[in-house]
């Protein structure tokens, strides 16, 4: 019993880490967009939506949650998420347009919007009742304090090194995580045949897209 609770708060640990790593990620680009402006030759409703599409991906994803934490077990999260996430940095280091940068950062997306709601879900299966308030604060507090952390932090790294040593960062974060993940991830979560209503998350792109590329035109 002791060995499982042990391996489970290895898992939460872990996953801890990967959402504040991934949530630095969202506003992390919103120093650098007159560079990318530079950089590609673009304006500045373009170079934003380097950090709209995140959102966007965001708020499309997070809405599966309970389909992908219900029908995949945590070590299988845990794994496909830092590595679509590993994935779009290094896409977006080596990006040579707007657009590249932009499937880059839709990866990216992908994996925070997986992570982030998962570790609430862990962390209900994880710790005892009596003790979800003090826990749900304190990630609370960790996924608060990192976007602001990330702006910080995007506008001294883009200063002084460019704005493509800020996903260096997080490649090799994502490696670092990865590979403590299989030294670490023994979990065995349970799974089952949940329903996927395709058609809802069709309207919910549909939805999200619209919406985002409402506001982010809306000064013409």
């Known amino acids: ?45 373009q170079a934003q939506w380097s950090y709209s599409v995140f959102l966007l991906v965001v708020g499309v994803m997070i809405p599966l949650s309970a389909y992908i934490s ?7 999260i845990f794994f496909f998420s830092l590595i679509i996430f590993l994935i779009g940095s290094v896409i977006c280091y080596f990006s040579t347009s707007l657009i590249i940068l932009i499937i880059g950062r839709i ?45 910080f932090i995007g506008g001294f790294v883009i200063t002084f090194y460019g704005w ?18 299989i030294i670490f991830v023994k979990d065995n979560t349970p799974t089952e045949d949940y329903p996927l209503d395709y058609l809802s998350v069709v309207l919910s792109i549909i939805g999200c897209a619209g919406v985002m590329l409402g506001f982010t035109n809306v000064a013409y």
């Open 70 to 76: 219900r029908r995949f077990r945590a070590r299988s």
């Open 107 to 151: 990866l990216q997306g992908i994996g925070n919007s997986i992570i982030m709601p998962y570790v609430q879900i862990l962390l209900l299966r994880t710790i005892p009742e009596e003790k979800w308030q003090t826990y749900m604060g304190l990630y609370g507090l960790v996924i608060a304090i990192a976007p602001v952390l990330g702006s």
């Open 164 to 181: 493509r040593a800020l996903f260096s960062f997080f490649t090799v974060a994502s490696i670092i995580l990865l590979l403590l993940g």
């Open 1 to 45: 019993m002791n060995l499982k609770l042990n391996s489970l708060m290895q898992l939460l640990i872990l996953f801890t880490l990967a959402a504040g790593l991934v949530t630095i990620a969202q506003s992390i680009i919103t120093t650098g967009v007159v560079y990318l402006m530079s950089d590609f030759s673009v304006t500045s409703t």
